[in-house]
Nanobody, 120 residues
Framework: QVQLVESGGGLVQPGGSLRLSCAAS????????MGWYRQAPGKERESVAT???????DYADSAKGRFTISRDNAKSTVYLQMNSLKPEDTAVYYC??????????????WGQGTQVTVSS
């Protein structure tokens, strides 16, 4: 069974930084695209940043210049460095990954989410 476990969320003041991590575990053969999504109260879940297995990245306009996505393939982990945080970044952040596992299928998996709150 494949699991994605996020960590690193918390309460931070406006202008501060946080680094989120998401580690994949289980009987995994390959991990393709990985990404971070967020959902604020009363809003739809939205993409924040994605990274392919070769390292190509894509960012939402709201994240460009402030957030950096990276991955460590040896650790099956994706990171999101968030700087210059704003109150509007407050949301539950989820990681998502496209994984080829021992089930023989390539499927998208979601983590359980980690809360990020930006407030003074």
């Amino acid at each position: 069974q494949v699991q994605l476990v996020e960590s690193g969320g918390g309460l931070v003041q406006p202008g501060g930084s946080l680094r989120l991590s998401c580690a994949a575990s289980g009987r995994i053969f390959s991990i393709y695209t990985m990404g971070w999504y967020r959902q604020a109260p009363g809003k739809e879940r939205e993409s924040v940043a994605t990274i392919t297995s070769s390292g190509s990245t894509d960012y939402a306009d709201s994240a460009k210049g402030r957030f950096t996505i990276s991955r460590d393939n040896a650790k099956s982990t994706v990171y999101l460095q968030m700087n210059s945080l704003k109150p509007e970044d407050t949301a539950v952040y989820y990681c998502k990954a496209l994984i080829y596992s021992s089930t023989g299928a390539t499927s998208w998996y979601w983590g359980q989410g980690t809360q990020v709150t930006v407030s003074s």
